[in-house]
C-alpha cells in the first residue's frame, strides 16, 4: 500500500480555493456507496444532484483521476473528496475487489503505461530523421538572423543612450520582441518585452535596464559559437534562446538519477494566459525542479505536494546548472526521504556566486537554510546564528505564518531566491515539513 | 569601478559620449572596438561581477524567542479540523471549536495564529486558548494589541479602548474583584461613554462586593452610566436598591378576586438614577412604575402568586398587560431568572435575552413557529429534541435556506446521521457541516 496522503496533501491538489471548499462537502460518508480500494487505487460512487450516482477513480501513485461528473475542473470536487475521505478515514474505503467500471479504466491505464516503455518504431527512421534535421535547420538559420538584428537594436539602443530610449517609449521594445518570436527565439523576444517594462520603472531603472541589455548581449554574442562552448553552456544557450527539449529526447538522453525524493515547496503562479507549477525537489544530495504549465482553464498534470516523498528515476534537462527534470519513472517504494541539507546565509551566498560563474543568465535558485526571521520595519530578513541575513520577498501573509512558525527561534526554511529577495514556500520546526 | 558610471554612460549615449575605461582583469580582457559594444561588455561582467560579489545583509541581533508553552500542543488531528475550518466552507464551527479546545486545556497551533488572530470578533474564545507564541507574535503588531499579554494595570491605563475593554473583561472572568478595582483606578479620568462601556462589563459575575462601588456610580454626571450601575444593582439580591425597589413596589400591588391590579406611583416617587421624560406614548407614572418594576427583585410578586405562570395568567386592570411584561422581561433578563423567563416565554413572549436565560423555554417557542431572526438566541448546540424538530422542518421540497445553515452550525451533532441521505443543496450543506462538528468534537473529546 502506497503511503497514505494527509488531507493537507490531498488540499493541495485542488484547482483552486473553491474546489478545496467543495472537496471538503463531499468527503462526507452520507454521499459516497460502493467504497473500495487496492493497493494503488480507490474508488466509489457518489450521490450528486442528478438521478445516476457519479463513477469516481483515482490511481494513487501518480494520481490520476477519473469521475463521471461534468464538470470541467480537474481533478474534480468527487474526486478531491475521495481522497479526503480515505485521508482521514481509511477504514471507510475498505479493500476489495474493483468494480467493472473501475477495473476498466485502471486496467486501461496500465496497458498505456506499458506502451509507452516501449515506443513504437517510426515507420521510416531515415526519413523521419532527415525531416527533423531539415526543420533544425531552418529554426536555426531564423534565430541566428534573429540575433543578428538584434544585436544591431542593442547596440543602437547604447548609442542613442537609455533616456532617449525611455522618451521614446516600450513600444520599440515590444516590436523587437515580435520580431523575435518570428525568428523562433521566444525566450529572447521574453526578456526584450520585460526590458521594455523596466522603462522608467523605479529610481533604478537605468542600472537595471542595461544590466538586463548586457546580459542579453552576451547572449546574442554567444550563441552563434554555441556548437564550441562545453555542454552544459550550450545546452544553457539553447534553453534561453527558448529551445525546448522534447520528452521523448529528454528521457533517451538527459542525465538520469533514481533515488527518493522529497518535496519541499511548490509555487504556482497564475496570469490570464498561463499557470506555471514549480514543484522543488531534494534527493540524492541534489535539488530538482519540476516545471509544469497549463491554460488556466486546463488541469496541470500531477505532481507530488510539499512533504510528499517521490521514489523513482529523474531525467534532468541539459544546461550548465542540471534543475529542471521530469519523472520518467516511479516505483510503488514507500518512505519519507530526508529534509534538505540546510545552509548558512553565507554558504547561500557563496552557492549563487558559483552558480553565477557557471550559467550567468540564472535569475531563480532553490535556497535551503536554519534561519530565524527578523522584522525590520515592513519587512523581513533571514538570519542565521552568524547574524548575516537575506531579505524576504513575500506577502505579508507568508512572512508571519513563517514568523509564527519560528516562534524567534531558528528554524529550517525552503524558498526560492531571485534578485529581489527569498521567497519562502516551506519550513520545517520539527522534522514535520509545513507549507506556506 | 562600479556600474553606476557605466549606466550614466549608457544613459546619455555613446554616440555623443565616450564610455570610461573599466579595468578588467587580464583574462576578461576585450578586442571590442566599438564603443556600444565595449559598454556593454563591460556592463555585463560588472553586473554578473557585482551580483555574485554581493555580500550578505547583516542584523544587529537575533529576536528573542518566544517563552515556552505551559499548556500541551493543539492535537495534530484538530489542527487539521481547524485548517479545515479556516480555508473550507466550515468558519461557522469556529467557535464552537475553539470553547470544545479550551475544554481540553491545549493551545492553537502556530500555524493558525496570524488567521485567528485577525479575527478580533472572537476575542473572549481565542484569550482562553492563547499560546505563549501567540502573545510573542501579538506584542509585535500593533494591530494584535488585544492579544498580547502582559500586566492587566499597565495594559488598561495606557491601552486603546478595543484594548482596555478586552482586558477588562478577560480579568473580570478570572479575578471579579481586581477587575472592579481596575476600572476605579481610572474611573475619574474615562470619559462617560467608556465608563458606560466598561461598566456593563461588570455583568459577568456579578456580586455582593460590587455593590459599593455601584452605588458612586448612581450619581454619576451620565445619565447612561447611572442607568447601567442601577440596572446592575438590581441584579444584586439583596441591595440597597433592590429593597428600595421592593419597598416602593409593596404597596402598589393588589388583587381583586383573580385580577391583579397595580397602582401608579406619584410622579415625585422615582429615585435620581431613573430617567425623567417617559418613551413616547407612556405617561410619566407609567413610566416611573415601569422602571420600578424592572428594578424590583421578582420575590416581590410572590405575595401574590409563588409561581409566576400562575401570575401571568390572571387578568390584569386598568391595561396594564403590555407595560408590566415589558418591565417582567427587562427584571427577568437582569436577575437571570429562569422560572419567570420560562413563564414569560411560555406565554409566548418572545425576547432574545429570554431565550439566552431560559434555553428550554426559548426552544419550545421557537419550535412552535420558528423564527429564524431568533435562532442565535439559543446556546450551541441545541438540544437533540429541537434539532429533530427542526430536521423535520426541512424535509420538503424548498428547505429553507436560513434555517438549514441555522440547524448545521448549530444543531446538536448527534443528529447529523438523520440528514445524511438530503438531496438539496441546502441541506446537503448543513449536512455535511454537522457532520464536520460531530468529527471535529470528537476529536477534542477524545483528548481530554
Not at chain 1, 107 to 130: L, N, S, T, V, Y
Not at chain 1, 278 to 305: C, K, M, N, V
Request: charged share 25%; net charge negative.
Amino acid at each position: 500500500m502506497p503511503a497514505a496522503w494527509t488531507a493537507e496533501q490531498v488540499l493541495a491538489l485542488a484547482p483552486d480555493a473553491s474546489s478545496a471548499k467543495a472537496a471538503h462537502k463531499q468527503s462526507n460518508p452520507g454521499v459516497w456507496s460502493g467504497l473500495g480500494s487496492s493497493e494503488r487505487a480507490l474508488w466509489g460512487l457518489c450521490q450528486g444532484s442528478g438521478k445516476q450516482p457519479y463513477e469516481t477513480v483515482v490511481d494513487l501513485p501518480e494520481p490520476a483521476f477519473r469521475c463521471s461528473c461534468p464538470s470541467r475542473k480537474f481533478p474534480c470536487k468527487h474526486a478531491l473528496g475521495l481522497m479526503l475521505l480515505w485521508a482521514s478515514s481509511p477504514g471507510a474505503v475498505a479493500a476489495g475487489e474493483a468494480p467493472g467500471w473501475a477495473a476498466s479504466w485502471l486496467d486501461g491505464r496500465a496497458e498505456r503505461a506499458a506502451k509507452r516503455e516501449a515506443p513504437a518504431a517510426p515507420q521510416d527512421p531515415e526519413k523521419a530523421a532527415e525531416q527533423a534535421a531539415k526543420r533544425a535547420a531552418r529554426r536555426e538559420q531564423r534565430v541566428l538572423d534573429g540575433l543578428a538584428e538584434l544585436r544591431l537594436w542593442l547596440d543602437d539602443l547604447v548609442r542613442q543612450g537609455l533616456a532617449h530610449a525611455e522618451q521614446r517609449g516600450r513600444r520599440e521594445f515590444e516590436q523587437m520582441a515580435a520580431r523575435l518570436v518570428d525568428a523562433q527565439a521566444p525566450g529572447l523576444a521574453r526578456r526584450v518585452r520585460e526590458m521594455g517594462w523596466t522603462l522608467g520603472a523605479g529610481p533604478d531603472w537605468p542600472a537595471k535596464l542595461l544590466a538586463d541589455a548586457a546580459l542579453l548581449s552576451l547572449l546574442a554574442d554567444a550563441y552563434p559559437r554555441h556548437d564550441e562552448l562545453p555542454d552544459g553552456l550550450r545546452a544553457e544557450l539553447r534553453s534561453q534562446i527558448g529551445w525546448t527539449t522534447g520528452t521523448e529526447e529528454l528521457l533517451a538522453g538527459g542525465e538520469r538519477v533514481r533515488g527518493a525524493w522529497r518535496c519541499v515547496g511548490v509555487s504556482q503562479i497564475e496570469d490570464e494566459n498561463l499557470r506555471v507549477r514549480r514543484t522543488w525537489l531534494w534527493g540524492e544530495a541534489r535539488w530538482a525542479l519540476l516545471l509544469d504549465f497549463a491554460h488556466p482553464s486546463q488541469p496541470l498534470p500531477p505532481a507530488p505536494a510539499a512533504g510528499q516523498t517521490l521514489h523513482g528515476e529523474l531525467a534532468f534537462y541539459p544546461a550548465a546548472l542540471p534543475l529542471r527534470a521530469q519523472i520518467a519513472e516511479q516505483d510503488g517504494d514507500a518512505g519519507e526521504a530526508p529534509l534538505p541539507s540546510c545552509d548558512t546565509v553565507a554558504g547561500l551566498y557563496r552557492e549563487r556566486a558559483e552558480a553565477l560563474a557557471r550559467n550567468p543568465w540564472i535569475d531563480r535558485l532553490p535556497a535551503a537554510l536554519t534561519a530565524t526571521p527578523v522584522r525590520r520595519g515592513d519587512r523581513w530578513a533571514l538570519a542565521d546564528a552568524d547574524l548575516q541575513a537575506i531579505g524576504v520577498e513575500a506577502p505579508s501573509a507568508t512572512s508571519l505564518d513563517l514568523a509564527a512558525l519560528a516562534g524567534g527561534k531558528p528554524v529550517g526554511v525552503f524558498g526560492e531566491w531571485t534578485r529581489g529577495g527569498l521567497r519562502p514556500l516551506s519550513a520545517w520546526p520539527d522534522e514535520r515539513l509545513v507549507a506556506l | 569601478m562600479s556600474l553606476e558610471a557605466l549606466t550614466q554612460a549608457a544613459l546619455l549615449g555613446t554616440a555623443r559620449n565616450a564610455p570610461p575605461e573599466v579595468e578588467l582583469p587580464e583574462a576578461l580582457a576585450t578586442e571590442e572596438a566599438a564603443p556600444e559594444r565595449r559598454l556593454l561588455r563591460d556592463a555585463a561582467l560588472l553586473a554578473v561581477m557585482g551580483e555574485a560579489g554581493e555580500l550578505p545583509d547583516r542584523v544587529a541581533a537575533l529576536p528573542d524567542p518566544a517563552p515556552d508553552e505551559s499548556r500541551p500542543p493543539c492535537p495534530p488531528a484538530a489542527a487539521q479540523h481547524l485548517r479545515a475550518i479556516l480555508r473550507g466552507p466550515y468558519e461557522d464551527a469556529l467557535p464552537e471549536w475553539l470553547n470544545a479546545l479550551a475544554k481540553t486545556g491545549a493551545v492553537v497551533p502556530p500555524e493558525a495564529l496570524r488567521e485567528l488572530l485577525d479575527r478580533q470578533w472572537l476575542a473572549p474564545r481565542l484569550e482562553r486558548v492563547m499560546s505563549e507564541r501567540g502573545r510573542w507574535l501579538a506584542a509585535q503588531h500593533d494591530e494584535w494589541e488585544w492579544a498580547a499579554g502582559g500586566d492587566p494595570a499597565e495594559r488598561f491605563e495606557t491601552g486603546g479602548r478595543d484594548v482596555r475593554l478586552h482586558v477588562l473583561r478577560t480579568l473580570r472572568a478570572d479575578d471579579p474583584a481586581a477587575a472592579r478595582e481596575l476600572l476605579a483606578s481610572t474611573w475619574g479620568q474615562d470619559n462617560a461613554r467608556d465608563r458606560e462601556t466598561f461598566l456593563a462589563a461588570l455583568a459577568t459575575r456579578l456580586g455582593p462586593d460590587d455593590e459599593p462601588f455601584l452605588e458612586t456610580c448612581l450619581e454619576d454626571r451620565g445619565q447612561g452610566v447611572r442607568a447601567q450601575a442601577a440596572a446592575l444593582l438590581s441584579a444584586i439580591p439583596g441591595s440597597a436598591l433592590s429593597r428600595r425597589m421592593a419597598e416602593r413596589l409593596g404597596p402598589l400591588i393588589g388583587t381583586r378576586l383573580r385580577t391583579l391590579t397595580v397602582e401608579l406611583p406619584d410622579e415625585d416617587a422615582g429615585e435620581d438614577w431613573m430617567t425623567a421624560r417617559p418613551p413616547s406614548g407612556m405617561g410619566k407614572r407609567a413610566w416611573v412604575l415601569w422602571q420600578i418594576v424592572a428594578a424590583a427583585p421578582l420575590g416581590v410578586w410572590e405575595r401574590v402568586d409563588r409561581d409566576p405562570a400562575k401570575l401571568l395568567s390572571r387578568r390584569i386592570a386598568d391595561g396594564m398587560g403590555d407595560l408590566l411584561d415589558s418591565a417582567w422581561a427587562e427584571a427577568a433578563a437582569r436577575q437571570r431568572d429562569t422560572s419567570w423567563a420560562t413563564a414569560l416565554l411560555d406565554r409566548g413572549y418572545a425576547v432574545r435575552e429570554l431565550i439566552a436565560v431560559a434555553p428550554q423555554a426559548g426552544e419550545r417557542l421557537l419550535a412552535g413557529g420558528l423564527d429564524t431572526g431568533l435562532l442565535d438566541a439559543l446556546p450551541t448546540p441545541w438540544s437533540r429534541a429541537f434539532s429533530e424538530t427542526v430536521a423535520k422542518q426541512l424535509s420538503g421540497d424548498h428547505p429553507p435556506v436560513h434555517l438549514a445553515h441555522a440547524l448545521g452550525a448549530h444543531g446538536d451533532p448527534a443528529i447529523a446521521d438523520r440528514l445524511a441521505g438530503a438531496t438539496h443543496p441546502h441541506v446537503r450543506d448543513a449536512a455535511a457541516l454537522i457532520a464536520f462538528r460531530r468529527t471535529m468534537l470528537s476529536t477534542l473529546e477524545e483528548t481530554r
